[in-house]
């Protein structure tokens, strides 16, 4: 069965003092031996004081994004060799709001996508319509779209360590959740996408949901078979809060292997 994961993004958020006591609160809950892969995404400056909090422990280090460039000329972009010497496991890569707000198109994002996965980093790719796109009917076509350039561009085969969010943009932040029915209808089409090119990584693949995601709309989101854990934002800022949603996450897993799922 797929290992359950969670990642908080703590966005553009945290200070020195504020991660120092949100960690304090955190690890003695999430740093233990856990069913789920557990990883932490807080903004650049503060990658190494998290990652030396997490040093020895379970709990995995991520960067909410990267460069594809490989070094030189780029100035104020972070390419993946650094975010390898701090410790990171993930990066984020095409999220909606870098999509959205910082105009990274389909190419964009294969190309991040394969700088990632070169240095040995699982990238967490991204994908999501936006509410016009949602209201106009558009989820399946966004969805093909996104998921296809980066398979077409990169190759299946680089996907073995990938993991795939689905964020719908007009979730995130918002408090507005995708229904737990949309959410797996959503996640099935991706996982047969993958299982067009290549099966064993479509059965393999961690699939995740992000949007105002919270302690109590997770439960019935984990009941879904293809949802896998959640890409967590503002929750993840509250510790009681993101520590409750792993419970969650581990409790519907725990449910679904009783069942032989
Ligand atoms: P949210 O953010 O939980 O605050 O909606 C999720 C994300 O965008 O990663």
Redesign the pocket.
Same mark, same amino acid.
């Given at each position: 069965m797929i290992q359950p994961l969670v990642i908080a993004?703590w966005?553009m958020n945290g200070s020195y003092a504020a991660n120092y006591n949100l960690l304090t609160y955190l690890l003695p809950e999430i740093a233990v031996n856990r069913l789920a892969r557990i990883g932490l995404c807080p903004a650049y400056p503060y990658l190494a004081q998290v990652g030396q909090r997490l040093v020895g422990s379970p709990v995995w280090l991520g960067a909410q994004n990267a460069s594809a460039y490989s070094e030189g000329a780029h100035t104020g972009e972070v390419n993946v060799a650094m975010l390898r010497e701090l410790g990171c496991e993930y990066v984020l890569v095409g999220?909606? *709001?870098r999509r959205l707000m910082h105009g990274e198109d389909d190419t964009a994002v294969a190309a991040k996508f394969a700088a990632v996965e070169a240095a040995g980093i699982s990238p967490i790719l991204c994908v999501g319509e936006n509410l016009a796109e949602c209201e106009a009917g558009e989820t399946e076509t966004v969805i093909t779209r996104q998921v296809m350039a980066v398979i077409d561009q990169v190759g299946i085969d680089h996907f073995f360590n990938a993991v795939i969010a689905y *964020?719908p943009g007009w979730?995130?932040?918002?408090g507005q959740i995708a229904s737990s029915e949309h959410v797996q209808y959503v996640h099935g089409l991706i996982r047969r996408l993958l299982r067009d090119r290549d099966p064993y990584i479509a059965r393999e693949l961690q699939l995740i949901y992000?949007?105002?995601?919270n302690p109590t709309n997770a439960i019935a989101l984990f009941q879904q078979p293809d949802v896998n854990g959640a890409?967590?934002?503002?929750?993840?800022l509250d510790a009681r809060a993101f520590i409750a949603i792993c419970d969650a996450l581990e409790q519907a897993h725990r449910h679904a292997l009783a069942q032989g799922a």
């Open positions: 993004n966005k999220h909606s *709001e *964020e979730a995130n932040g918002t992000g949007g105002s995601v890409l967590v934002g503002g929750a993840s």
